[in-house]
């Protein structure tokens, strides 16, 4: 009612003397082939506990026990060949289950390892990410603040040629207040072609401001615009009738 066996096989194969004969039994008529099962079962030699053991589906017919068939250490023979050869059978089990798990100790050992260097290896990577990201946003602050400069000289100097064209304007009013003046009194006095005097009042004035001023005429920015004197005969020249007008 027994058998197969499920419990304790190790010990009653190994103590028992109908069934240690089995298992050490050879003859042409009395053969140990292995069958292949549908399902894995436990290896009953090298199997330690519940989280130390080896599925396989190598059976034997005749023990009807599960085996592994491939060599395994420290004597680099399978279960298979130690179980039906070995007289100390406990032993024997003793010394694979201390293999089988000194064998996963160093696999976990290992897997731990590897995990540890894949995860070094990625947060190295994130700080070099962050490292090459943060230089990009320090070469973008440079080049805005590059660009607040130059936009800040940019509007200076806008200012600067404005308040130039203020100051010219200025002076060529107070030129033409000037001349319209002198007009004026020339008229009055009766010297002179009005027209003749006005002009020469107003030559005579805008050469006095444009020195004063400190001008250069030979600057890039003067030698596309006309000179105060020009400036003051178009603007003249606007009104025919106003330097022929007599007081």
Known sequence: SDWPLRYNR???????????????????????????????????????????????????????????????????????????????????AKTRADALATQRQQERELNQARHQSRMAAAAQARNSRLSRDNSVADDSTSIA?????????????????????????????????????????????????NEDVAVAEVDSEANSCAADSNVDAESEANKSSPSPRRKVRRFISGFPGFLSRKS
């Open 145 to 193: 603040d590059d660009s607040t400069s130059v936009a800040n000289t940019t509007a200076a100097q806008v200012h600067d040629e404005g308040a130039a064209a203020e100051t010219i304007r200025d002076v060529v009013n107070a030129v033409v207040t000037a001349a319209v003046g002198d007009r004026d009194e020339n008229t009055t006095a009766g010297g002179g072609s």
């Open 10 to 92: 190790v010990q009653k194969f190994n103590d028992e003397r109908a069934l240690r004969k089995i298992r050490l039994y050879v003859s042409p008529q009395f053969q140990h082939n292995v069958v292949l099962m549908d399902k894995k079962k436990t290896c009953a030699l090298c199997w330690s506990s519940k989280r130390v053991q080896r599925k396989v589906k190598t059976h034997c017919n005749k023990c009807e026990v599960t085996l592994c068939t491939l060599p395994r250490p420290p004597s680099n023979t399978s279960c298979w060949e130690a179980w039906h050869s070995t007289e100390n059978l406990r032993a024997e």
